[in-house]
């Protein structure tokens, strides 16, 4: 059964740390949705720039806005405070640099309107510095389905669109706090992936997903991904308690062999993941990347790990294997039509 959409009120959760340059456009964005009923929930961590008296100008003009000002903890408390405060039935997480589509509140909306999805995931657009937009779902343009629960965690992890990313995604406040699901604020990558990962475990309905493009992510130099080519950030090690945490999550729900698999073949390429970066800036830190270890195979024993090294190199030398062979093949049938 369908639900009444403009009934459902929506609560966007804005986190803000030094944002005045990239503000006023996230805002504005929120404001100029064609969906209405809407709080937005703006969360000063502490800035020391002039995001404040931005946020008390918007404050003034709009009732739908409400403004917390706290420390600085970094995002994820500043999500939690927000959570704290949130009336509405289902809530979106925008970061203070990057905006929404005019329609992005009601497409969301609409992936969840049926009783039968607690979750819904959507497309999203990177803006580049030039301004030039760049469609992460080009492929898959107009594709929309309904998956279960396991074909949605089996998605997470496989589907080259499914990112884990936290923004484009509309999650059910009820859920959350039934559950008591908030950001671990030791965790400083990968927290939104171990955020979807406890609320997908939570959930008992269908998910939502559509290709239609729900969010703009700028890239700038101090944007998550511009910080990430330019130096290395000791937190990353987090990164990998953090799939080590996704693991425990999906080995205590009735899930697929297959999905359990895959979260923990999630934590082999975390590790890797660390360990290649450790080695792309030259990192000699002998005590670090024994911790790292023991992290690791604390959960995967050493010989548990060779053999999934070894069966992903099989299962990438198969795939070559067949690719050289079906190319061949068309190679010689092209030759034969002449």
């Given at each position: 059964?369908?639900k ?20 006023p ?9 064609t ?14 720039d ?6 008390k100008?918007?404050?003034?003009r709009d ?5 917390f ?21 289902w ?17 969301l909306v609409?992936?969840?309107?049926q ?7 959507a ?25 279960s ?18 923004c ?12 008591n ?24 309905a269908n ?15 101090n ?8 130096c ?5 090690v ?8 996704m ?14 698999y ?17 080695k ?30 070894l ?24 030759l034969?039509?002449?």
């Amino acid at each position: 059964m369908l639900k009444c959409k403009d009934s459902i009120l929506v609560s966007i959760l804005v986190p803000i740390y030094n944002s005045e340059q990239f503000l006023p456009f996230c805002i504005e964005s929120l404001l100029s949705q064609t969906y209405e009923n809407i709080e937005i929930i703006l969360v000063n961590d502490g800035s020391k720039d002039g995001s404040e008296n931005l946020c008390k100008a918007y404050l003034a003009r709009d009732k739908r806005i409400k403004y917390f000002k706290k420390e600085n903890g970094g995002v994820s408390s500043a999500r939690n405070w927000g959570l704290r405060q949130a009336k509405g039935e289902w809530c979106i997480f925008v970061d203070s640099d990057d905006m929404l589509p005019v329609d992005a509140v009601s497409s969301l909306v609409e992936l969840v309107s049926q009783d039968d999805v607690d979750f819904g995931i959507a497309g999203y657009d990177c803006c580049n510095g030039d301004g030039s937009l760049e469609n992460s779902t080009a492929k898959f343009k107009g594709c929309e389905y309904v998956l279960s629960k396991d074909d949605g965690i089996k998605n997470l992890y496989r589907h080259v669109f499914w990112q884990w990313f936290i923004c484009s995604k509309i999650f059910k406040i009820e859920i959350l706090k039934r559950h008591n699901i908030e950001f671990n604020e030791r965790i400083f990558f990968g927290e939104d992936r171990l955020f979807i990962m406890q609320y997908v475990c939570a959930i008992q309905a269908n998910m939502n997903f559509t290709s239609k493009p729900t969010y703009i992510y700028r890239i700038h130099d101090n944007s998550v991904q511009g910080v990430a080519e330019s130096c290395l950030n000791v937190n990353i090690v987090t990164g990998l308690e953090a799939s080590i945490l996704m693991y425990k999550e999906i080995s205590k729900i009735d899930t697929t062999r297959c999905n359990k698999y895959m979260a923990l073949e999630d934590v082999v390429c975390s590790y890797r993941t660390v360990r290649r970066e450790l080695k792309r800036f030259n990192v000699q830190d002998e005590k670090l990347v024994i911790g790292i270890d023991r992290i690791l195979h604390n959960v995967v024993p050493t010989y548990k790990y060779y053999i999934m090294l070894l069966f992903r190199k099989v299962c990438v030398s198969a795939v070559t294997l067949r690719d050289i062979f079906v190319d061949w093949i068309r190679k010689y049938l092209s030759l034969r039509s002449f």
